[in-house]
């Protein structure tokens, strides 16, 4: 019983929360009772150490909700070990904070000497055993359900001298390791930071402090906080590092609430390169989360260095917070498993996730569910893709999570101010469609020459010879050149991938089909290989597959506008027009240069009855841009397009003044012109019109008699242009559109 006199020979304690404060050794008479337990990798949002070989807390780990805020789809699941990367582009440019897309408000740097506590006492509810996560509720003593000492009374006071150089001027936060202590470097005159461990007579933590003196004073990165020393002051060590100023995340979140989403995002893709910077050491940092990410003047610095550790230490401790650790993270952190939490503490920024170290420990909410995801289909899939329960089916470098979360961050951006924020793309090849510049007068239809290709993968053994084979104009002629490499170099994907998309144009489906299925054992992960499955499906008619494929590598590259365009295509040939509409929207409004979401998004308007909007969006096509005449001339059609109404006689007027507008040549202009007459004609004649002579098409009134003449003449205008069978067709035409005459 506690106050009772310690029963081992010898001592002199007395038992408290059933230990004794003198050896801290279990009371003999209830020594039987007790049990250590493992430790799970946090509680209450606290960090903890847990053993390298300890599991992660085990709960359900499947997601809450795979669906998409719009499409109703979900990642596929994949078997298989994965044997490569899926490849992402080079790094992304992170010179500054906001990658240059948006102005973040500037935070002055605090005075150092107000960040001390008056009165620094850790919170009853934040203290927890460092060995077995048990709640505790004295300031100091011994935990009653394993017996390890603790203390969270600072051992330093103001104006105590660390080493000799580092005067302290008080506590200013604790930590996952203990008291953090605002300090004066008395030899540099300049302030720092002494980190303290969480327990100085845990041996653990000790050995957390050994190992960062010996490897973290070699991390060097402008948004990595500095370590300058590691240092002891009696039983306890320190570690020495750089302050800075200014709000953590955390406090940012607490005071504002959930962060404006471009803002949000702008902060984790500028600390994504200290990630990317600690991987490539062969480091881990473990414990990330809004506390850890201090924004100061300009940009910010990752901070709190205390739970790194290198990836390749099987005995190392590995500390993690709950609600924000990967679920595989206790059987030992990857960078796989710091992606993780970066997608977390993103998702924390951005929204309110009720139950986030409960129902939503490793899962996120439905979109539906959430009005922030629900807006942002491309934040939400790199969130669902930062955060998948597989480690294989995350992001695979920080470099690529920085490259889509940039594409995220423009497609954001471009929505919320109403200005494009184009960028080429690293993954995928331009806009294919701008490369048509025939059939000027030739509507513009959905098809598979207007979806991306891939860009090729230049660190592929048969790069070159599929360059090569590439400038063959011959289709049929490439396919057979493309074999012939594929069976000379077998190792080669990028060639094999040429040769399926190929047979895929020139309508070998089966071989086509047969080389992806093996490409898809070898590696189900690459994206390419769902790419072309989705060309192959698209080819053959079957759209709601090709949208299944197109869907999962929207899911593989949120931030990659190609992925939605080929989306929007599918779902416009399925019917799909609200899906259409959405995902061609989100590519025409980050990067109207995509002729062919341009066209595509006023098609499905004009199918939805929007006849306005669809001239609008083609209105906006450049004059620079080589398929200016074919918008305007794509648009003056629309003004008098009867699918889901009949057009009025001022829709009929605009059409003339827009043909007299674009600069054809004779025959462009009187097909056109031909194209109004039999419209307007027919449209009277249905008494779907009403005839208004002092309306003008084209120089005549808009009355049947006048209509007519206008077209006999147009007609026989062409026929002066055409030749042989043609010319006789066309005056055969004219002369039946002619009306009725005396002479």
Known sequence: MDGEKCGRRGCAGVIEDGYCNSCGLADPAKATARTATGVALGINHTSVRTAAATPAATMSTSRSSGISASTGSSPASRVGSRRSSRRSGSRSSRTQLGAGLIALPELPSSEPEKQ???????????????????????????????????????????????????????????GGLGWIYLGFDTVLNRYVVLKGLLNAEDEASAAVAVAERQFLASVKHPNIVGIYNFVRHGAEGYIVMEYVGGKTLKQLRKERGPLPVSEAIAYIHRILGAFAYLHGQGLVYCDFKPDNVMLEVNDVKLIDMGGVRRIDDPEGDIYGTTGYTAPEAGRGPTAVSDLFTIGRTLAVLVTDLKGFTRDFLYTLPAAADDAVFAKNESLYRALLKATAHEGSDRFQSADEMADQLLGVMREVVAEETG?????????????????????????????????????????????????????????????????????????????????????????????????????????????????????????????????????????????????????????????????????????????????????????????????????????????????????????????????????????????????????????????????????????????????SPQVQLAGMPLEERSLRFGLEKCLRELAHLAEGDEKTRLVDMANRARPRTLF
């Open 116 to 174: 001390v506590l008056l009165d620094p006492k850790v919170p009853e509810s934040k203290r927890f055993c460092s060995k077995c996560d048990n709640a505790l509720t004295r300031e100091r003593g011994f935990c009653g359900k394993c017996g390890t000492k603790y203390s969270f009374i600072p051992s330093l006071k103001p104006k105590d001298v660390v080493a000799g150089q580092y005067e302290v001027k008080g506590a200013m936060a604790y």
């Open 419 to 691: 200005t494009p924020h184009p960028s080429p793309s690293l993954l995928f090849g331009g806009d294919l469609l701008a490369l048509d510049r025939d059939h000027d007068l030739e509507p513009v239809e959905a098809q598979t020459d207007h979806i991306p290709m891939p860009a090729p993968d230049q660190t592929d053994p048969g790069f070159r010879v599929s360059l090569t084979s590439g400038g063959i104009g011959d289709r049929a002629r490439r396919l057979v050149a493309l074999r012939q490499a594929a069976k000379q170099m077998p190792t080669s994907v990028e060639l094999r991938l040429q040769l399926a998309s190929t047979a895929i144009d020139v309508g070998s489906f089966a071989e086509a089909a047969q080389i992806l299925e093996e490409l898809n054992q070898q590696d189900a992960w690459d994206w390419r290989v769902s790419w072309q499955r989705g060309r192959l499906h698209f080819a053959q008619g079957a759209t709601a597959l090709a949208i299944k494929q197109f869907d999962q590598v929207y899911f593989d590259l949120p931030g990659e506008l190609a992925p939605k365009l080929a989306m929007g295509l599918a779902a416009e040939k399925s019917g799909d027009h609200k899906l259409a509409a959405l995902m061609y929207g989100i590519v025409v409004r980050t990067d109207p240069s995509f002729l062919a979401a341009v066209f595509g998004l006023a098609r499905t308007y004009a199918a939805m009855g929007k006849r306005k909007d669809a001239i609008d969006i083609l209105n906006h096509v450049q004059e620079t841009s080589s398929l200016y005449q074919r918008a305007r001339v794509t648009a003056t059609r629309l003004m008098v397009d009867a699918r889901q109404s009949a057009p009025g006689p001022q829709d009929f007027q605009a059409a003339s003044q827009s043909l007299a507008s674009i600069a054809l040549d004779a025959a462009d202009k009187y097909r056109l012109q031909r194209h109004l007459f039999e419209t307007a004609i027919y449209q009277i004649s249905q008494k779907k019109l009403q005839p």
